[in-house]
């Protein structure tokens, strides 16, 4: 059973990174795994933001790609999200999540990072 | 590529049936079988329910059904139990991304 853990800062300030990881248990981050990041602010629905495969392959949200890393640290057994220029609207619950075969069958418990002066 | 449409709301007496729907595209929910349903209770992270349009994971009561017809997908909650009360997103893969629905609020009555 994999289990899935974020961490990172909860306060950002506007034009800053948004900086996040997520610890793998239970599992290695080399599985046949895609590693995902979605987020949902506060009241409103899901938004994919991207995965990545162990081997480097990487698939982000058009809307967000200009903006976004996701990286695999294998030593450590985590992934990472990097989120850059971040403004208001990027204000949520940041889910890290494990998807195969076309389905999130994991998902960390989410961490709110508010992006505020 | 812009969110799946389902209806905000949805409701049903304990017992009864309730269905949401999922409206897409042809690049999207028309164009794969890998729609999932996701299940999330206030607070806590989204469970996926079914996938592949009608397949459910090992430990999703039956109650739970999924179908596709052209650009919309369906999912059924049959025998509505209190427990059932939660918000629903459906997701399709949609060629190297996948896209959420809007969400449905289920209330049992």
């Known amino acids: 059973q994999v289990q899935l853990q974020e961490s990172g800062p909860g306060l950002v300030k506007p034009s800053g990174t948004l900086s996040l990881t997520c610890a793998v248990s239970g599992g290695s981050i080399s599985s046949n795994n895609w590693w995902s990041w979605v987020r949902q602010p506060p009241g409103k629905g899901l938004e994919w933001i991207g995965e990545?495969?162990?081997?480097?392959?990487?698939k982000y949200n058009p809307s967000l790609e200009s903006r976004v890393t996701i990286s695999v640290d294998k030593s450590q057994n985590q992934f990472s999200l990097n989120l850059s220029s971040v403004t208001a609207a990027d204000t949520a619950v940041y889910y890290c999540?494990?998807?195969?075969?076309?389905?999130?069958?994991?998902w960390g418990q989410g961490t709110l990072v508010t992006v505020s002066s | 590529q812009s969110a799946l449409t389902q209806p905000p709301s949805a409701s049903g007496s304990p017992g009864q049936s309730v269905t949401i729907s999922c409206t897409g595209t042809s690049s999207d929910v028309g164009g794969y079988n890998y729609v999932s349903w996701y299940q999330q209770h206030p607070g806590k992270a989204p469970k996926v329910l079914i996938y592949e349009v009608s397949k459910r994971p090992s430990g999703v009561p039956d109650r739970f059904s999924g179908s596709k017809s052209g650009n919309t997908a369906s999912l059924t909650v049959s025998g509505l139990q209190a427990e059932d009360e939660a918000d629903y997103y459906c997701?399709?893969?949609?060629?190297?991304?996948?896209?959420f629905g809007t969400g449905t609020k289920v209330t049992v009555l």
């Open positions: 990545m495969y162990h081997s480097g392959l990487t």
């Open positions: 997701s399709s893969y949609a060629g190297a991304l996948y896209v």
């Open positions: 999540a494990a998807t195969s075969w076309y389905r999130i069958d994991y």
